[in-house]
């Protein structure tokens, strides 16, 4: 059953150049507790894509309905994680991770109990009382995850969460990611850079061209879980989903002028 | 109506030796006294900033020199105010350095002279005086309106070559600025006597409180009457004045010298004030496109005064 | 050449900045004394530091100076304090309403190119003379300037609070407690600073409008009476506090928002 | 809902924006003249809109107003070429010399503090009745805030430019001909903005100094003869002016550095 | 013969706690020709020991000899490429490139032939009069690479130069950085976080430990060159590698609590 539905969407910009086209006609499916992963050059519209879902940004035509109903606007059922950590600054980890609960009037002894099973799921009890500027980045991306989570969404929404992380702290991220995507099976569309943390995290990989803003292949991805980045079956399926994405930045570049990268 | 007495009167006046009746009147509390009522007394600088207050309906009485006083009448179309009594005559001289040979006003081509106020009594003589001779400021030679304090101080580095200016600034320039007296305004005035300090009074006060400020003007006269006959004592308490409001004394010679060129009075010699007003007119000082002399029609209003002075058989004063 | 661990070059260069400070302003006093006694230049035009520290010490002795200081900072205290209370939740609404920052901001921008000082002819006309004549002259000088920047900073407030605002539950009125307010508050702090540089300078404009007790008036008296160490004593007296409250009031505040928004 | 693309809304918004403005103007001025006509408030203590409106246009007719607006400028222009002509250098050699803002920069703080109405003492002492005078006053109230923007920004040039100087070769005067100059360029643009600020303010105060030919004067002008049409006209006049040099001078080179550097 | 000599360096730095030992007893030869790579987990002192060498630094104690010479400071003729590529952005990317040589004082049609010639290596004769603000990281960081090889440095540091880039554009640089190593031979000491890109690029990896600042391990490579990030060589090598670098920062930060990353 599909629980997130784009149907014929498009999204054009105003640049103080023109009209920028950046999605059209996109037509896709996430279906319950799918793990989708979106891969694409750089400016192809992942982030446009997922802002659309999110009801941050609205389709210039087209529809998207999640759980049956036409999105009007952003809400909590669908949860955002950025690339940046949005935490708040003037709240320590702790409040951060209750805000949600406090907004919606929750409880305050109940919000402390599911504030601590949520940090400690995200292995950050120490750190409770930490101001955001205090921790790593690493840190705040798992203080924004337990965030999430308080909220308890039914589709969470990550844009390239793990790209400003070093590669060590990303590993220990996939895993608290994987261990809560195990637990929760919520839906989640997860955009990224990285094709090999597509192939590690997702059910199903989409490719989506630098050109006409279309989704130009899919790949689902039928390993079983709890997989690692140097696992030869997602090296292998990443290399064939790289190749073509290699195809696709060449095409791109091509044309703006060489090696534009 | 106006028999009414107000219970707080608010009166403003500068710390200047031509507001005489007003600084001895504090020393001996011979306003609260007569008046029956508490006294408010603000301090001023300048005229401009003390009529804004009167406009603002920030004083009910007030002592003022005629020139700011004509200026907010003609402003406000002969609502806001009147003049209701004089309080001093005489008292403002050119002053030029020691060393000058200038003598007249032709002298001063290519020259600079200050005023102490754009528009005010002095400032209005001297152009005048320059004017009669054919002498225009700008082109001419340069007539700068400045504070009287920065006056003295330029005068001392000869950054002036002359300055047109109230007691005691006359004296302090001659004596502190090694200056000297070229021309004292008495001289250009008939019977030597012209206003430099005027009172005046809100008009709506004047109106609701008819009774009050007869007795305002009694105390005044009474002062007016006081200095004149105790000169000496007159001077002390005067002086003590001055250095509790404005932070300083002045010498004994200074404060003798300009009391001697001040002639204290309760006449608002309503003639001389129609001229002075006539040729700050006739400078661009006063509203345009309006007939000096028909808008300054009961300006002055004097019934009370010869009211006061009838009933302590004194010569009765006119009121244009 | 092995260097010492640079800790003791630190704490050391603190030191020795200060040190460098109070040896350069005493060997200005002892130049400009010498100056004086030599004769260089009139006492009249610049009176010598003995003069001046005589000053300071009569009017510290007297009361006058202290009581003078006090006037104004209470004049200023109350003036500044309303500009906060306006500009602050004004700022707010105008970086988030298009419509009014369009015309009620519009007016701000063009007030703020006003220097308080024009304001003290209506000052004295509308307000009379009286405490609320200055406050307004100083309200004016600062509240467009805490306005404008607090404008500023609600617009720039990073597009990702705004977004993790909704969805996280925080709309209508929690939007504005629990979000736009603590994401500004860098700004805030901007805005009263700068304000409050403002405040100072329409203070000494304020106190022009009559003769009253205030540190700005008693430097305008030292002119009238041609007391230059008076003037000058003042002017001290104006900068020693300036210092203090910028280094205590808002450094203080500076800190407190660098270290918990790692910004300003 | 489909949205239409959202160039058009943008430009609309641009042009509803000015339509606003001008709308909530004449507004403005609708109510004023309606209140003036009602006689609300005392024609003396704030004159109709169209006594303000002649009194512009007399002024402008006549050529009076022109001319007190150019004599300002001029003024103004010189005291701010020179704060100008100092404050750049002094700021950059303060950023990059430690003892020279241990000693010389503490003493340029001090004097920011100080409001420049307060040098008016001073400045009649020092110079006289003279545009030095005047121009002494706006040099004080614009230089400090200039040496110390320019020198907060040269004490923030990212290490990385500092650092690819010498390896780059350049070292000595070319460091700060080829680096440090171009690399504070944003700095000095911030200081020039500050400064100017301030200095249009101080001239305000420059021109209380002794009755002149001057925007200023001609405000305080009509304060002395009670000409409140005449008082507005100058404020109307001055808020202008103000926003013009905004918009126009500094605009230009605030786009200028958010193109080239990316920052400010 | 070797280029770069460090003998018994350490570093000590002040800070806010208190004294921190940061390099201790690093002995380091860098052979002419060579292209060494530095991994180690963060905060180890890679970028203090670059600095050091590059002159940017002076050591507490031990001495750094460079061609013979001890190291006082920083000089042209050790080139530093930093993380972010430290373009001048009032300058446009041909004066960019010319910069050293215009302070050098050489001739001017030399500088032009020069600039040329090295904008071409890097594939950018179309960009010469581009803005800095105008151009993509990629493309910044091939500048900044023009730049140094203008100056022809004997030494070629470089500080994370790709870390900021998306893999498809790291790939290209590596391919870049590759051409000019194997055209001008230059001694290269590299710091990266990313082991493959160790592997992929230098004849030399050490290991620096986040405990000790010592360098606890080294790896040569003996691969031909022209490798590729996937080349089953280089992904076996760096796991080697990884699996030691895990090691130690599980051991640092299992001092520092779960998880610190
Ligand atoms: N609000 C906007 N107005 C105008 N253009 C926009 C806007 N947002 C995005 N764009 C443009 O739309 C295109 C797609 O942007 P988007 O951020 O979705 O790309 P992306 O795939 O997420 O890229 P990246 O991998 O760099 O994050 C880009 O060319 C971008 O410049
Ligand atoms: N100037 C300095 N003063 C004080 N401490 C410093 C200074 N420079 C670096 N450090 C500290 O020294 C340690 C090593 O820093 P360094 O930048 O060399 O690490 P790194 O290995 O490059 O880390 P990364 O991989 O994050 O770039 C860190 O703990 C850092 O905080
Ligand atoms: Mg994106
Ligand atoms: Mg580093």
């Known amino acids: ?261 | 109506q106006g028999a009414n007495a107000a219970d707080k009167v608010r009166i403003g006046h500068f710390p200047n030796m031509t507001h005489a009746q007003a600084l001895v009147g504090r020393s001996l509390g011979i306003f609260e006294q007569r008046l029956g009522a508490r006294i408010d007394w603000k301090m001023f600088n300048a005229g401009p900033s003390e009529m804004e207050a009167l406009l603002a309906g920030q004083l009910d009485i007030a002592y003022v020199g005629p020139n700011p006083a004509v200026n907010a009448y003609l402003r406000s179309k002969g609502k806001a105010l009147r003049i209701i009594a004089g309080a001093a005559s005489g008292g403002a001289s050119l002053v030029v350095p020691a060393t000058s040979s200038a003598k007249r006003p032709q002298d001063f081509k290519g020259k600079r002279i200050a005023s102490p106020e754009l528009g005010n009594t002095q400032d209005v003589a001297l152009r005048r005086w320059l004017k009669n001779v054919g002498l225009t400021p700008g082109r001419d030679l340069q007539v700068i309106p400045v504070k009287n304090a920065d006056i003295l101080m330029l005068f001392q580095q000869g950054k002036l070559d002359g300055a047109w200016v109230p007691e005691p600034w006359v004296t302090r320039l001659v004596m502190e600025g090694r200056g000297k007296i070229l021309l004292d305004e008495r001289t250009l005035w008939k019977n030597g006597k012209f206003p430099t300090a005027v009172v005046v009074a809100r008009s709506d006060f004047l109106e609701k409180n008819r009774a009050t400020v007869e007795r305002f003007l009694d105390a005044h006269l009474e002062m007016t009457e006081w200095i004149r006959k105790n000169p000496v004592d007159a001077k002390k308490r005067l002086n003590e004045q001055l250095a509790r409001l404005a932070g300083k004394s002045l010498p004994v010679r200074t404060l003798d010298d300009a009391f001697s060129r001040v002639l204290i009075t309760s006449d608002p010699l309503a003639g001389p004030l129609a001229v002075s007003a006539a040729w700050a007119g006739e400078l661009g000082y006063l509203p345009k496109k309006i007939d000096i002399a028909k808008g300054l029609t009961g300006i002055v209003d004097v019934a009370l005064l010869n009211k006061v002075l009838a009933r302590r058989s004194l010569p009765l004063v006119k009121g244009r | 050449m092995p260097a010492e661990p640079e800790i003791a070059g630190k704490a050391a260069g603190k030191w020795r900045g200060r040190v460098a400070r109070v040896l350069f302003l005493l060997a200005l006093g002892i130049l400009w004394e010498s100056l004086s006694r030599a004769g260089v230049w009139n006492e009249l035009i610049f009176p010598a530091p003995g003069a001046v520290i005589r000053s300071l010490a009569d009017g510290i002795g007297d009361g006058s100076l202290p009581r003078a200081v006090g006037a104004s900072m209470v004049r200023l205290g109350i003036g500044y304090s309303i500009s906060l209370l306006i500009g602050i939740p004004a700022g707010m609404l105008l970086g988030r309403l298009r419509l009014l920052d369009d015309t009620v901001g519009s007016l701000a921008v063009g007030l703020q190119a006003l220097p308080s000082i024009c304001w003290l002819p209506l000052a004295v006309l509308w307000f009379g003379l009286s405490e609320s004549a200055m406050q307004f002259v100083i309200i004016m000088g600062s509240l467009m300037a805490i306005t404008l920047t607090v404008r500023d900073g609600v617009k720039t407030i990073p597009t990702l609070y705004l977004r993790a605002a909704p969805i996280l539950g925080a709309t209508g009125w929690r939007f504005y407690r629990y979000v736009l307010f603590p994401a500004s508050f860098p700004s805030v702090m901007t805005g009263a600073k700068l304000g409050w540089t403002f405040a100072w300078r329409s203070l000494m404009a304020a106190e022009l409008l009559y003769v009253t007790t205030g540190i700005g008036s008693t430097l305008m008296m030292g002119r009238e009476l041609h007391d230059m160490p008076l003037v000058i004593a003042a002017m001290i007296a104006i900068i020693v506090i300036g210092l203090i409250t910028d280094r205590l009031v808002f450094r203080l505040g500076e800190d407190f928002v660098h270290r918990r928004w790692g910004v300003g």
């Not at chain 1, 999640?66 to 994680?81: D, K």
């Not at chain 1, 409880?107 to 120490?126: G, I, T």
């Open chain 1, 1 to 261: 059953m599909a629980v997130v539905e784009l149907k014929k969407v498009a999204k054009v910009f105003a640049s103080q150049a023109g009209r920028l086209t950046v999605l059209v006609d996109i037509d896709l499916e996430v279906a319950d507790g799918e793990f989708l992963c979106v891969v694409g050059p750089s400016g192809c519209g992942k982030s446009t894509l997922l802002n659309l879902i999110a009801g941050f940004e609205r389709p210039s035509s087209g529809e998207i309905v999640v759980n049956g109903q036409p999105v009007t606007g952003p809400s909590p059922s669908r949860f955002v994680i950025f690339q940046e950590p949005a935490l708040f600054p003037w709240l320590n980890v702790y409040q951060n991770v209750v805000f949600g609960l406090r907004m919606a009037g929750v409880d305050p002894s109940e919000q402390q109990d599911k504030a601590h099973a949520l940090l400690k799921a995200v292995h950050l009890s120490k750190f409770a009382q930490a101001w955001v500027t205090e921790i790593s980045g690493g840190m705040k991306q798992r203080v924004a995850i337990a965030r999430a989570l308080a909220m308890d969404p039914d589709i969470l929404l990550m844009d390239e969460p793990f790209a400003a992380l070093d590669a060590q702290t990303r590993d220990m991220l996939h895993e608290v990611l994987e261990e809560v995507y195990q637990q929760t099976s919520k839906t989640i569309v997860f955009v990224t850079h990285n094709v090999r943390e597509a192939v590690r995290l997702g059910s199903r990989v989409i490719l989506m061209s630098g050109q006409e803003g279309r989704i130009i292949e899919q790949f689902p991805v039928h390993l079983p879980r709890n997989r690692y980045l140097e696992d030869v079956e997602v090296v292998t399926i990443a290399s064939r989903i790289r190749d073509k994405l290699r195809q696709e930045v060449l095409r791109s570049s091509g044309e703006e002028g060489e090696h534009a990268g």
